[in-house]
T-cell receptor, first 109, second 111 residues
């Protein structure tokens, strides 16, 4: 089945720094989402981005479907950005999201 | 604007007990699913449904049953809980192949 790999596994930043999180996937996809799991465990939808570039405030994402990767950019990081960031893609049958293992981000003031 | 609602948020069971995790969505989504999340791992699919009366197994279905009698509801049943089922459970829904939305999660501990 399709494999999803995220890097780096862990990231420690000072407040105000920028970061790039990467998601590689092993096959072509029609659906890719980025989620933020906050310290309370809630999964927050960040982007639904099967291809192209989207921006939402300090966050932006780019998916290059032909090269099988997606990038999540966080600019001017804040302590509230801490948590785990997951990338997920739809499997070949279109019946499930396959998740990567996440990038754990810690932002300190 | 409730979205996806899960109950209960927390539950402690003894080995062998049964229980049902409830999930309801008010967005008229055809697709609903249950995931479990274990420490250090991403989310893994337990069961899913593409519409009322239709369910199918995901990656880790053993020990769980589901039904989909209405579009809105998708309960997850544990018939005989085991310590290996200690986890955080998430229900999710979407328009078919569209953006997936998650509930807030249910934390289950089996002693």
């Amino acid at each position: 089945g399709i494999q999803v790999e995220q890097s780096p596994p862990d990231l420690i930043l000072q407040e105000g720094a920028n970061s790039t999180l990467r998601c590689n996937f092993s096959d072509s996809v029609n659906n890719l989402q980025w989620f933020h799991q906050n310290p309370w465990g809630q999964l927050i939808n960040l982007f639904y981005i099967p291809s192209g570039t989207k921006q939402n405030g300090r966050l932006s994402a780019t998916t290059v479907a032909t090269e099988r990767y997606s990038l999540l950019y966080i600019s001017s990081s804040q302590t509230t950005d801490s948590g785990v960031y997951f990338c997920a893609v739809v499997n070949q049958a279109g019946t499930a999201l396959i998740f990567g293992k996440g990038t754990t981000l810690s932002v300190s003031s | 604007n409730a979205g996806v609602t899960q109950t209960p948020k927390f539950q402690v069971l003894k080995t062998g007990q049964s229980m049902t995790l409830q999930c309801a969505q008010d967005m008229n989504h055809e697709y609903m699913s249950w995931y479990r999340q274990d420490p250090g791992m991403g989310l893994r699919l337990i069961h899913y449904s593409v519409g009322a009366g239709i369910t199918d197994q995901g990656e880790v279905p053993n020990g769980y049953n589901v039904s989909r009698s209405t579009t809105e509801d998708f309960p997850l049943r544990l018939l005989s809980a085991a310590p290996s089922q200690t986890s955080v459970y998430f229900c999710a829904s979407s328009l078919y192949t569209g953006e997936l939305f998650f509930g807030e999660g249910s934390r289950l501990t089996v002693l």
